[in-house]
């Protein structure tokens, strides 16, 4: 850390989420990473540094009607989802081949296993909380693989074979870079 950083604190680490206290961090008063859909608000080792090498950080993640956590896996990490506030409707794959479709509603606690693929969804019309822990010290979007990006890498003859329909449907899908995180139904 420069000298700066120690005197006047860490520059990415919002001055709202510092106390004196180190095993202490304000979530709330993480600026939300606003998605059309939601936002969601995190502590991982950027911002809390307690956790740094601990493997384990904590989101905030809220959906308005509508909204969807976008489907996706972790390839090295866990995650435990505590729903807050709402009814999530809840998909998980495993790696066996076991997929499960169910609701969850407040205070019901989802597993979603180590590269499991995963997503849920708010199809009610209040907000749904969900309090997600990891087993990840990374920042949301270092260990989370989505469909989107996924399917935008690979080339439409290769979707074609997999799902029996003409290449022409896949070359005009929408290219996504980056994993998408929160989004809304359409």
């Not at 001055?15 to 004196?20: G, H, S």
């Not at 709330?28 to 936002?39: E, N």
């Not at 997503?119 to 270092?142: C, H, K, M, W």
């Not at 989107?148 to 070359?171: C, D, H, N």
């Amino acid at each position: 850390m420069t000298d700066d950083a120690v005197r006047f604190g860490d520059p990415r680490i919002p001055a709202e989420t510092i106390t004196d206290k180190s095993h202490l961090f304000r979530l709330s008063a993480v600026a939300p990473t606003l998605y059309d859909g939601g936002f969601l608000q995190q502590a991982h080792e950027d911002n809390f540094p307690i956790l740094k090498g601990q493997e384990a950080s904590i989101q905030m993640i809220t959906l308005e009607p509508g909204g969807i956590r976008e489907p996706h896996w972790h390839p090295s990490a866990w995650e435990i989802n505590l729903v807050l506030g709402g009814v999530a409707n809840w998909v998980l794959i495993d790696g066996n081949g076991n997929n499960e479709s169910f609701e969850a509603a407040v205070d019901d606690v989802v597993f979603a296993p180590q590269g499991s693929f995963h997503y849920f969804e708010n199809r009610g019309t209040d907000d749904l909380n969900v309090l997600i822990i990891q087993n990840t010290s990374a920042p949301e979007g270092n260990d989370n693989i989505g469909i989107g990006q996924s399917l935008s890498k690979i080339p439409p003859r290769v979707l074609s074979a997999v799902f029996g329909v003409p290449a022409e449907t896949f070359t005009s899908m929408k290219k996504i870079d980056d994993a998408v995180v929160i989004l809304r139904s359409t």
